[in-house]
């Protein structure tokens, strides 16, 4: 977790520890991964374009970041003195490169499973709630939708 939580601001000036960047790599594999899979058994309505709109609508930066937010994980964050300063626990680039992170610390410790169980427990409610409004999420879309 220690890792995880470990900005790269904050490995450059200690030292001699390794950022949350290869666990926020293998995070955002497993976070993809688990949501679409979530999203292809809940929603066996929808077709396969609707199905990356509605795992964009909740794996993106900003959708992340709240779950980081509502999480609690921004004040645990090791940061470098000026990113700190710079209002960083606050950043939605860092909190969600930082859940990304906790993720893959979950999963290489408990496993698939609990990996699983986490992002299902953070993630059914908010794409049951994106499913509802799919035909509004993508307004780039919708233009060249309209556009065709």
């Avoid at 995880?4 to 976070?31: K, P, Q, T, Y």
Wanted: proline residues 1%; aromatic residues 6%; hydrophobic residues 50%.
């Amino acid at each position: 977790m220690r890792r995880a939580l470990a900005h790269r601001s904050w490995c450059a000036e200690v030292g001699g520890e390794e950022s949350n960047e290869r666990l926020e790599f293998l995070g955002d594999a497993v976070l993809g991964w688990i949501v679409a899979e979530l999203a292809y058994r809940q929603h066996a309505d929808l077709a396969e374009g609707k199905l990356t709109d509605l795992r964009k609508s909740v794996v993106n930066a900003t959708a992340l970041a709240d779950v980081a937010t509502e999480l609690g994980i921004g004040p645990f964050l090791l940061l470098g003195k000026g990113e700190a300063a710079a209002g960083g626990r606050a950043k939605p680039s860092i909190l969600s490169d930082a859940f990304e992170a906790v993720l893959g610390a979950v999963y290489l410790d408990g496993g698939a499973a609990a990996a699983a169980a986490l992002v299902e427990r953070l993630f059914v409610r908010r794409m049951a709630a994106a499913a509802q409004r799919l035909d509004r999420l993508d307004y780039k879309t919708v233009l060249q939708e309209l556009t065709a």
